[in-house]
């Protein structure tokens, strides 16, 4: 008897967990910032329609179904925890046709910040998760499709209840909770957006080889290119993370303006005028590729198959415009570890990868290289001396997530090969975790961290700089939302430095800041558009100069 009781207490535990599971599926919400307590509180409608269909089928057509049923919620529940990793990271949900590619580098971030090791054991972990997530949901389907089947008229008529009360929660639109009515079609709702999206994934690699076709400067004479900037060494950096929130975010802006105004004041001491607006990303949280191949192509480079396609074919870049008119193009690339056929693409006649800088210090967490390394061996191989105008593209890195360990200033006379880093805190894997750590300790690391970036640029340019040396620099993203908070946009700043005024000039009169932090009220401009627009300096008074960049009147924007 007691045998009898506890067998009968164990279905009804499993019975009981098998319906938590699916409900689970189907009421998590899609998105990152909606997952609250309150939004599990909602009745599915699509569990109603579940039951009423097990109801409606032949005996034997029942466990089949419900078994394809239920692997497929299985399915869709995985896709919609890839819609909240991917919201609180990247500010956007998982696309089903583009963003497989992704999945790579965030490995390699595993990887790169906390080893090989955890690296293999995250993805073995996830397949078998998945594997476990799709099987268990159709163990779960069919098993209360066999309470279903046995108990058919209590099954039908609490069907029969539940619709009525569905509907009249429904139609008043009760809710208790910003994710949405407690009658809900949400998971419906997610199908059909998804499948939206894959038919313009589907669609979206015709329409970016037809933007990639219009190129008003792909048959332009290097003579007629960049003619205003005869004679200057060009640079473009990009600092990694810098975005609109750092120089607006409450938590972040007080940590991070100080340096910002002291180093304009550094500038303008030494000669030199800086001017900032905001660019509009393509991508947040991450993809920093994206952003880089966006400006210097001049396309919209918002995901790895527009990537791809851009790298397949004989855009004019930003570099290639340069080596054009008659500059030697670099790149300084110290995340770079691998073989970069990228590199061709982008028209440089040389790339300086990590092996290449010759760095002997410590990893800081996912940087491999100070940022104050990193120009030091720019300037030594490309500006010490006696030199042909160069263009350089620099992506700097120590602003890069998880922020902490940082490396701190040595001193340029002091970096050697980069030895000296061994006296600070390093190390390759983040000191603590980033998403369980105060978020006001984390966006402290980070403020910490663009500042590093932007003084070393400061000082580089107080070091090294000449009436000759124009520096463009920027962010290539916002950082993640838990940076951040909800919607920060994807907007970033970006910054002109020179000491010849003719450069400057034109810029203050289009509604840019007079220092290295945009005002609220600065002129935006999609990212995309730099490269054309930067290419119309021509005028020896450099009078287009402001075409190339955002004015006033000017929104972001994109495709």
Known sequence: M????????????????????????????????SVTPLSFLRFPVEGL???????????????????????????????????????????????????????????????VTAGRFAAVAVVVVAVLLALAVVFLMARSAVRLGGVVA????????????????????????????????????????????????VGVGLRDREEFEAESAVDA????????????????????AFVESYGRAA???????????????AGGRRLAAAGYSARSAYLTS???????????????????????????????????TLGG?????????????????????????????????????????????????????????????????????????????????????????????????????????????????????DPAAVRADYARTVAYSVNTLVSYVETYGDDDLVLVFLGDHQPAPFVTGPGAGRDVPVTVVARDPAVTARVAARGWTDGLAPSPQAPVRPMNAFRDQFLAIRSPDCAAVTDALPSAAATGGAR
């Open 49 to 111: 329609l579940g039951v009423a269909l097990v109801l409606v089928l032949p005996a034997r057509a029942r466990p089949v179904a419900a078994a394809v049923g239920g692997a497929g919620l299985g399915v869709v529940f995985l896709v919609k925890l890839l819609d909240i990793g991917f919201d609180a990271v990247l500010y956007r949900p998982f696309d089903l046709v583009l963003d497989w590619p992704l999945l790579g580098p965030a490995v390699d971030y595993v990887d």
């Open 247 to 261: 120089v607006e975010h409450p938590g972040i802006a007080p940590l991070l303006r100080p340096a910002l105004d």
């Open 321 to 437: 415009a340069f080596r054009r008119a008659g500059w030697r193009a670099v790149g300084v690339m110290p995340g770079i570890t691998q073989a970069w056929p990228e590199g061709a693409f982008f028209d440089y006649d040389r790339v300086y990868a990590l092996d290449d800088l010759g760095y002997r210090g410590p990893r800081f967490g996912y940087a491999a290289v100070p940022d104050e390394f990193t120009l030091a061996r720019f300037q030594q191989f490309e500006r010490a001396g006696a030199h042909a105008p160069v263009m350089a593209v620099i992506p700097l890195l120590s602003s890069h997530a998880p922020w902490s360990p940082s490396p701190a200033a040595v001193g340029w006379d002091a970096l050697g090969d980069g030895s000296v880093y061994h006296s600070m805190t390093s190390g390759e894997a983040p000191a603590e975790d980033m998403f369980g750590r």
């Open 2 to 33: 007691t045998d009898t009781v506890d067998r009968r207490g164990r279905r009804v535990a499993v019975t009981a967990l098998a319906s938590v599971f699916v409900l689970l599926a189907l009421v998590t919400p899609g998105d990152f910032d």
């Open 282 to 316: 393509p991508t947040a949280g991450g993809g920093s590729w994206l952003a880089q191949a966006t400006l210097l192509s001049g396309l919209w480079v918002d995901n790895q198959q527009r990537y791809r396609t851009l790298l397949a074919g004989d855009r004019l």
């Open 150 to 197: 046995r108990r058919r008229g209590a099954a039908a008529r609490a069907v029969a209840v539940l619709a009525v009360a569905w509907v009249a929660l429904a139609v008043p639109g009760v809710r208790i909770t910003h994710v949405g009515p407690i009658a809900s079609g949400s998971t419906a709702e997610f199908l059909y957006d998804h499948a939206r999206q």
């Open 217 to 236: 400067f792909g048959g332009t004479a290097g003579g007629e290119l960049l003619t205003a900037l005869r004679g200057k060494d060009v640079v473009v």
